[in-house]
Nanobody, 120 residues
Framework: VQLQASGGGLVQAGGSLRLSCAASRRTFSNNAVAWFRQTPGQEREFVAAVSWDGGTASYTDAVKGRFTISRQKGANTVYLQMNSLKPEDTGVYYC??????????????WGPGTQVTVSS
């Protein structure tokens, strides 16, 4: 199963983007899903995660209050709404499904990311 992230692009600082994560074949409706980002030469960074039913979400401190991860219970798509974007948010964003219903950091599936570029 491969996950596909989409919705990236070029935006000015202060702008917004909405990323989507969907599974190519099998559903991940019973799994937690997380977003990560990576820039060249840097370690991959956790951004946000959501539980299988959308009821529990967690964020890295750098994006709290600006980003919102969401999904509907039973749906096979997860979203990352990114507002008040900053140049330091630039990177390739990846989504990853977890082996568990609540996020545990145990990846099950992932796929190609989508580039987000924030200009100053």
């Amino acid at each position: 199963v491969q996950l596909q992230a989409s919705g990236g692009g070029l935006v000015q600082a202060g702008g917004s983007l909405r990323l989507s994560c969907a599974a190519s074949r099998r559903t991940f409706s019973n799994n937690a899903v997380a977003w990560f980002r990576q820039t060249p030469g840097q370690e991959r960074e956790f951004v946000a995660a959501v539980s299988w039913d959308g009821g529990t979400a967690s964020y890295t401190d750098a994006v709290k209050g600006r980003f919102t991860i969401s999904r509907q219970k039973g749906a096979n798509t997860v979203y990352l709404q990114m507002n008040s974007l900053k140049p330091e948010d630039t990177g390739v964003y990846y989504c990853e499904s977890d082996r568990r219903a609540m996020y545990s950091g145990s990846p099950q599936s992932w796929g190609p990311g989508t580039q987000v570029t924030v200009s100053s």
